[in-house]
């Protein structure tokens, strides 16, 4: 018997010892210390919408907790957590008997400061040791914290599944709200998962889940934090919890927790090389950016859409893959960006990786040089059936319009490829190349003259920007997807510096907007128009080689969005897939629906422009008796080509409408001709009947009018 006493003795020795010693060893370890947070992205409304993480979870203050939440964790968890100092007396003997009853653990005796501390420092391994060590730390807690403080930090620590850690994670998850706005049967099910993430979750256990969900409720009406009424009517919501779940809030769509999964990818690669992965994963970073999830899912939807009607059409196509960005191009910040098709078959980004010819749509960058080198839209290039001189020898590109003469609008509206190849050689390589990267073109281009017709690669992206500098009157402004970095205490890290700089005149930009609405109203571009799209709009069409690459990239004052579409090992589309027929109508659904509300803003012409009436013949200001000279079907070749209806080569449009000798064009003030025309007198005017159109512009209603339209 005394040995037996002795033992015993011994036995609570060792243990009081061993506690004591553990008491100690807590007082240093019972500390509520930060934990690692997920970066949060924002949308261009400040919405949240993407996060980064190791562990997906966001502090918040206990304050911004709903009550029904405390009351539901409570409830389930420790109902006597306000009247005990870390350890619950009452609860370990009934759980100790229930347990000895069933012979075997069904119930624990943990209150909410002994979890906390076992998820704080503990590992979650049964042993002896550990439940001394639980017990130790829960005491010091209480000691040196309120009770707010270690619910509010239960409450941020707790794992609720589905990757979700602390309360707001999950809220925002499964709810799309955050914490501070959950209803009763949301936070009960909340309450419901901490037993057990992975047996209750709502998106693989529904049954379980709403079981577990209805007796929390229950134990809230057993409480007294719900009334009788409120459990019923709490009782009846079916579970709503997300099947796919996202970091988004209440007022995001239900479509747009899906997309911008290639912009958010985007973000990832531009964060992690301006702050590293650490801070991007564990940082608790608040991104904010210029994303538009509408905008993001409208675009997706069109480039989606036009992918499976053509493959639909042509089922060798079925490897066809496009891209398209949209960007505000007086700020820099791009509204929605796709990569692909789908990003889970291939997360390559061909919006802002790939660099492919883009053939015509190259062509407003050496128009522009030429304006800023003293051209306008009215200057007449001549003799372009004359081979041009190069290092391999006589040079004549092809085309389906070509013709001997054309204005610089005329060319750009038809897409000549000699008009763009001649104005090449008379502006320069170098010259091209300037501008270009003023423009916003970084990728390195080819100084040869096929250059004209766009054979050197580019990305989508900075292309698109590229013609944002028109619509934005001549000034460039750095594309970007994020605008500035916090902390996450709301400190600034970073701020978006665009480069925002004035790289051609006021007037080029006007000018090329002008010619290029040319381009939808009555050139490549119509079947913008033929799609419903109704906005003053410039762009330009671009189609590669054997039909491999079809690109549009257009704008209004507002928005300048550009659209791919082509296979990732280069491969015709399609028979004669010509942009205007590919990329076109994708680009029009996208932008009716992008567009929708704004109002129709026109391109204004500035104060340094004036409109001119030149003499079609000599190239001179015109005169009231040119105005009087009008020329017959066999003169009117030079103008402009046009689409067969039906054989699908191209007719003259002679047969639709004569040609007025005068047309009005802009110039940039004082660099107009000054010399009047002399070749048509007043002898001349007497002999000439008088037409009843006077401007080139007059021609242009005449052919929209016929139906027919031009393919690049």
Same mark, same amino acid.
């Given at each position: 018997?005394?040995?037996?006493?002795?033992?015993?003795?011994?036995?609570?020795?060792?243990?009081?010892? $061993?506690?004591?010693?553990?008491?100690?060893?807590?007082?240093?370890?019972?500390?509520?210390?930060?934990?690692?947070?997920?970066?949060?992205?924002?949308?261009?409304?400040?919405? #949240?919408?993407?996060?980064?993480?190791?562990?997906?979870?966001?502090?918040?203050?206990?304050?911004?907790?709903?009550?029904?939440?405390?009351?539901?964790?409570?409830?389930?968890?420790?109902?006597?957590?306000?009247?005990?100092?870390?350890?619950?007396?009452?609860?370990?003997?009934?759980?100790?008997? $229930?347990?000895?009853?069933?012979?075997?653990?069904?119930?624990? !005796? =943990?209150?909410?400061?002994?979890?906390?501390?076992?998820?704080?420092?503990?590992?979650?391994?049964?042993?002896?040791?550990?439940?001394?060590?639980?017990?130790?730390?829960?005491?010091?807690?209480?000691?040196?914290?309120?009770?707010?403080?270690?619910?509010?930090?239960?409450?941020?620590?707790?794992?609720?599944?589905?990757?979700?850690?602390?309360?707001?994670?999950?809220?925002?998850?499964?709810?799309?709200? #955050?914490?501070?706005?959950?209803?009763?049967?949301?936070?009960?099910?909340?309450?419901? /998962?901490?037993?057990?993430?992975?047996?209750?979750?709502?998106?693989?256990?529904?049954?379980?889940?709403?079981?577990?969900?209805?007796?929390?409720?229950?134990?809230?009406?057993?409480?007294?934090?719900?009334?009788?009424?409120?459990?019923?009517?709490?009782?009846?919501?079916?579970?709503?919890?997300?099947?796919?779940?996202?970091?988004?809030?209440?007022?995001?769509?239900?479509?747009?927790?899906?997309?911008?999964?290639?912009?958010?990818?985007?973000?990832?690669?531009? /964060?992690?090389? $301006?702050?590293?992965?650490?801070?991007?994963?564990?940082?608790?970073?608040?991104?904010?950016?210029?994303?538009?999830?509408?905008?993001?899912?409208?675009?997706?939807?069109?480039?989606?859409?036009?992918?499976?009607?053509?493959?639909?059409?042509?089922?060798?196509?079925?490897?066809?893959?496009?891209?398209?960005?949209?960007?505000?191009?007086?700020?820099?910040?791009?509204?929605?960006?796709?990569?692909?098709?789908?990003?889970?078959?291939?997360?390559?980004?061909?919006?802002?990786?790939?660099?492919?010819?883009?053939?015509?749509?190259?062509?407003?960058?050496?128009?522009?040089?030429?304006?800023?080198?003293?051209?306008?839209?009215?200057?007449?290039?001549?003799?372009?059936?004359?081979?041009? /001189?190069?290092?391999?020898?006589?040079?004549? #590109?092809?085309?389906?319009?070509?013709?001997?003469? %054309?204005?610089?609008?005329?060319?750009?509206?038809? =897409?000549?490829? $000699?008009?763009?190849?001649? /104005?090449?050689?008379?502006?320069?390589?170098?010259?091209?190349?300037?501008?270009?990267?003023?423009?916003?073109?970084?990728?390195?281009?080819?100084?040869?003259? =096929?250059?004209?017709?766009?054979?050197?690669?580019?990305?989508?992206?900075?292309?698109?920007?590229? %013609?944002?500098?028109?619509?934005?009157?001549?000034?460039?402004?750095?594309?970007?997807?994020?605008?500035?970095?916090?902390?996450?205490?709301?400190?600034?890290?970073?701020?978006?510096?665009?480069?925002?700089?004035?790289?051609?005149?006021?007037?080029?930009?006007?000018?090329?907007?002008?010619?290029?609405?040319?381009?939808?109203?009555?050139?490549?571009?119509?079947?913008?128009?033929?799609?419903?799209?109704?906005?003053?709009?410039?762009?330009?069409?671009?189609?590669?080689?054997?039909?491999?690459?079809?690109?549009?990239?257009?704008?209004?004052?507002?928005?300048?969005?550009?659209?791919?579409?082509?296979?990732?090992? #280069?491969?015709?589309?399609?028979?004669?897939?010509?942009? =205007?027929?590919?990329?076109?109508?994708?680009?029009?659904?996208?932008?009716?629906?992008?567009?929708?509300?704004?109002?129709?803003?026109?391109?204004?012409?500035?104060?340094?422009?004036?409109?001119?009436?030149?003499?079609?013949?000599?190239?001179?200001?015109?005169?009231?008796?040119?105005?009087?000279?009008?020329? !017959?079907?066999?003169?009117?070749?030079?103008?402009?080509?046009?689409?067969?209806?039906?054989?699908?080569?191209?007719?003259?449009?002679?047969?639709?409408?004569?040609?007025?000798?005068?047309?009005?064009?802009?110039?940039?003030?004082?660099?107009?001709?000054?010399?009047?025309?002399?070749?048509?007198?007043?002898?001349?005017?007497?002999?000439?009947?008088?037409?009843?159109?006077?401007?080139?512009?007059?021609?242009?209603?005449?052919?929209?009018?016929?139906?027919?339209?031009?393919?690049?």
């Amino acid at each position: 018997m005394a040995i037996v006493i002795w033992s015993a003795s011994a036995i609570a020795f060792i243990g009081a010892w $061993r506690f004591a010693h553990e008491l100690d060893h807590a007082t240093a370890l019972a500390r509520l210390a930060p934990h690692a947070q997920a970066s949060v992205v924002f949308d261009r409304h400040d919405r #949240p919408v993407f996060s980064f993480y190791l562990e997906q979870r966001i502090d918040v203050p206990f304050q911004s907790v709903s009550p029904h939440m405390v009351d539901a964790i409570l409830a389930a968890e420790d109902r006597r957590f306000y009247s005990h100092h870390g350890l619950d007396g009452v609860r370990i003997v009934k759980a100790a008997w $229930r347990n000895w009853r069933a012979g075997r653990i069904v119930e624990g !005796g =943990s209150t909410i400061t002994q979890q906390l501390a076992r998820a704080e420092q503990l590992t979650p391994a049964r042993t002896f040791t550990r439940k001394i060590r639980e017990a130790a730390l829960a005491a010091r807690l209480e000691e040196r914290y309120s009770k707010a403080d270690i619910l509010g930090a239960y409450l941020n620590t707790v794992y609720f599944g589905d990757g979700y850690y602390g309360v707001e994670a999950a809220s925002r998850g499964y709810f799309g709200k #955050p914490a501070s706005a959950l209803q009763a049967h949301e936070a009960a099910l909340l309450a419901a /998962l901490v037993r057990s993430p992975s047996a209750y979750s709502p998106s693989t256990a529904p049954a379980r889940a709403l079981a577990r969900r209805n007796l929390v409720l229950r134990l809230m009406r057993n409480t007294g934090k719900l009334t009788d009424a409120q459990y019923r009517a709490s009782v009846a919501v079916p579970l709503r919890a997300n099947s796919t779940p996202a970091l988004v809030t209440a007022s995001t769509s239900a479509e747009a927790r899906t997309c911008g999964q290639y912009f958010q990818e985007e973000v990832r690669r531009d /964060l992690m090389a $301006r702050v590293g992965g650490q801070q991007v994963l564990k940082g608790g970073l608040r991104i904010y950016t210029g994303y538009d999830p509408n905008m993001q899912c409208e675009a997706e939807r069109a480039l989606g859409a036009r992918i499976a009607r053509i493959v639909k059409l042509r089922p060798k196509a079925r490897d066809l893959q496009g891209s398209l960005v949209a960007i505000d191009p007086t700020s820099g910040e791009v509204r929605a960006l796709v990569g692909g098709r789908d990003f889970a078959a291939s997360s390559f980004d061909r919006a802002t990786q790939a660099r492919r010819q883009p053939g015509s749509a190259f062509k407003p960058i050496i128009y522009a040089a030429a304006l800023e080198r003293g051209y306008a839209p009215g200057s007449i290039l001549r003799n372009l059936d004359e081979p041009i /001189l190069t290092a391999s020898g006589p040079w004549l #590109p092809g085309g389906e319009h070509e013709e001997a003469e %054309y204005t610089l609008r005329s060319a750009l509206q038809i =897409s000549s490829n $000699r008009a763009a190849a001649r /104005l090449l050689q008379q502006v320069g390589f170098s010259v091209t190349e300037y501008y270009a990267q003023r423009l916003g073109i970084e990728s390195r281009l080819p100084s040869v003259p =096929s250059l004209a017709l766009g054979t050197g690669g580019v990305t989508l992206l900075e292309l698109t920007s590229a %013609y944002g500098v028109f619509a934005n009157r001549g000034v460039a402004v750095s594309p970007h997807l994020v605008v500035r970095v916090e902390d996450r205490d709301g400190r600034a890290l970073w701020y978006a510096q665009p480069r925002r700089r004035a790289v051609v005149s006021e007037a080029t930009a006007f000018m090329m907007s002008s010619m290029l609405a040319d381009v939808i109203e009555s050139g490549t571009g119509t079947p913008a128009r033929a799609a419903g799209f109704r906005l003053p709009a410039a762009g330009k069409t671009g189609t590669t080689d054997d039909y491999t690459d079809a690109w549009f990239i257009g704008y209004t004052p507002r928005l300048a969005a550009g659209i791919w579409f082509g296979m990732d090992r #280069p491969a015709p589309i399609m028979n004669r897939g010509f942009a =205007s027929i590919v990329a076109v109508p994708a680009w029009a659904e996208f932008m009716k629906r992008a567009t929708a509300g704004d109002p129709a803003s026109c391109f204004v012409p500035p104060n340094s422009v004036e409109k001119v009436a030149i003499c079609r013949l000599t190239g001179k200001r015109a005169t009231e008796a040119c105005r009087h000279d009008w020329r !017959g079907p066999e003169s009117l070749s030079g103008l402009m080509e046009l689409p067969g209806e039906t054989t699908g080569t191209f007719a003259s449009a002679s047969a639709a409408v004569a040609q007025p000798m005068v047309f009005e064009d802009y110039f940039p003030i004082g660099s107009a001709p000054s010399e009047l025309c002399s070749l048509h007198d007043s002898a001349f005017e007497s002999s000439v009947p008088v037409s009843p159109a006077s401007t080139v512009s007059d021609l242009r209603v005449g052919i929209r009018d016929s139906g027919l339209v031009t393919r690049d």
